[in-house]
């Protein structure tokens, strides 16, 4: 799609408050969406075409706005308005919204998507023409804000307050302006697309949101200058060996050229105390970890910097592969995968803090649980950095360690002389975070003393006395394996 047939028209605040209203007074919102669609969720809707089943009948104004703004289908024009009255009617036709076919001027259809999503309306473009063509191969397709991925993204994103939030990739602007409407001061929304920055500052509009400003521009080229105490990205990771064809879709010769960009820029942009969280695919090489490369993006001022990978899958090659070869449209990337000599596919959170206390740098990773969102990532990210400050075993000492309740125990017995012993153990726990740790006997009877009223001090010189913990092991080296017990959501404290 070229930027220069865009559909929308950039009504008067008046007529974006009047549309707006509207909506809502006729119950199109995320709730009576999802209700009337039978899901959980917005990013799990699917369109007639998709072969939905529920919410496919055409008795009601809500059912008329699913039908038109977010399947894609037609209706007849008489049969619309006899369920909507004639000011949102009038209100989507001034705005561009709605249209008439080609071939039929009977026919309403809608030139965008238009849905609710994160108490927001959001346009983006449609994935198929009125002739069911698909669309999404145009250079400048801007990407629906509720994709399963784009939802994985939101829910990936700390909600806490911040001064100045920029939002790269940025696409429809659906991160920029869900900050702008609930945890950020103010909030950027910079894209490469001309189309995709046109959207944005219409669904600005549409949301009536003043603390958010579109810019078009190669990531931080827009902004240069300015920094950020928060920057997030959704960039673009599919590899493409040729120029960008979609610019949404296309992240370079390796995928990772966009995500590159964003991190090497983040020295001159982040803030000291100041967080990135991108969401995306990249690779672990042989000899060479997603965290070496990401560390050597940073260049010089690496140091300055935490990074931490949350993890939403990861996956070997061959399975990767296999999984790709059931996409009938995805490109062949054994050749590229084998070249880099690539061992696994990480998809998930990249996190980067610029820390301000003087102290080394953390890198580390884990693998989010799918149903935890950011209050798990955001926890992650903020105990995984407190324990690196060099007086933390003080305050572990003196923590009252308790067992999650989402903490199993799996014990293996194997015989030896005749009778069955216990040979070994294994932790495991499947939320907040999908993790497994096998380990000595004396792991498990350490986890079994942390009920919540010890301090791990007196956790620790009670397993001496029992000759629970070998002898070799000091104060210190418990208290670090504490950490990674607390860190696999094995354990709780407060605090």
């Not at 929308?8 to 408050?17: H, N, T, W």
Request: aromatic share 8%; with cysteine.
């Amino acid at each position: 799609m070229s930027a220069g047939s865009m559909p929308l028209a950039m009504g008067s605040p008046e007529q974006f408050r009047a549309l707006r209203a509207a909506l809502a007074d006729l119950h199109y919102d995320e709730a009576s969406i999802c209700a009337r669609a039978g899901i959980r969720s917005i990013f799990e809707f699917r369109t007639k075409s998709e072969q939905r089943q529920s919410g496919i009948e055409l008795n009601d104004a809500l059912d008329a706005l699913i039908h038109l703004l977010m399947d894609g289908e037609t209706m007849h024009r008489s049969h619309f308005r006899s369920l909507l009255a004639a000011p949102p009617t009038e209100a989507l036709e001034t705005l561009g919204v709605l249209g008439t076919a080609p071939d039929n001027p009977d026919l309403y259809y809608a030139t965008v998507l238009l849905y609710p999503v994160a108490s927001l309306y959001i346009a983006s473009d449609r994935g198929m023409g009125i002739d069911k063509s698909d669309i999404t191969s145009e250079r400048e397709v801007v990407y629906p804000a509720i994709s399963t991925n784009t939802g994985r993204f939101l829910d990936s994103l700390p909600e806490t307050p911040c001064e100045s939030l920029l939002d790269l990739c940025s696409g429809s602007g659906i991160a920029a302006f869900v900050g702008a409407a609930r945890y950020a001061r103010h909030a950027w929304s910079c894209d490469l697309a001309e189309r995709s920055v046109y959207f944005a500052e219409f669904n600005r509009r549409l949301n009536g949101i003043q603390n958010a400003t579109c810019l078009q521009g190669d990531l931080y080229r827009p902004v240069d200058g300015l920094t950020f105490d928060r920057i997030v990205a959704h960039p673009p990771y599919v590899p493409s060996p040729a120029e960008q064809e979609v610019l949404f879709r296309d992240g370079g010769a390796d995928g990772e050229q966009v995500l590159r960009g964003i991190v090497a820029g983040l020295p001159r942009h982040l803030r000291r105390g100041g967080r990135c969280c991108c969401q995306t695919m990249a690779t672990d090489r042989e000899g060479n970890s997603l965290e070496q490369r990401i560390r050597g993006w940073l260049g010089e001022q690496e140091r300055e910097f935490d990074v931490i990978l949350v993890a939403g899958n990861i996956r070997g090659t061959s399975e990767f592969l296999q999984d790709m070869r059931q996409n009938s449209k995805a490109a062949d990337l054994g050749p590229l995968l084998s070249a880099l000599n690539v061992t696994a596919v990480y998809y998930g959170a990249v996190i980067l803090q610029r820390f301000t206390d003087a102290r080394d740098p953390v890198t580390t990773r884990i693998r989010k649980a799918p149903g935890a969102g950011w209050e798990a990532i955001d926890w992650f990210v903020r105990w995984t950095t407190a324990a690196a400050a060099p007086d933390f075993d003080a305050f572990l000492r003196q923590a009252r360690p308790r067992i999650s309740p989402h903490l199993t125990l799996n014990v293996t017995h194997t015989v030896e002389k005749g009778a069955l012993v216990p040979s070994r153990f294994e932790l495991r726990s499947d939320y907040p975070f999908a993790v497994s740790l096998e380990g000595g006997g004396w792991l498990a009877v350490g986890v079994s003393a942390c009920d919540g009223q010890k301090t791990a001090g007196e956790i620790f010189v009670e397993l001496k006395q029992r000759d629970a913990i070998p002898s070799e092991i000091p104060e210190p080296q418990f208290l670090r394996d504490l950490r990674v017990l607390i860190s696999c959501g094995f354990l709780e404290v407060d605090g």
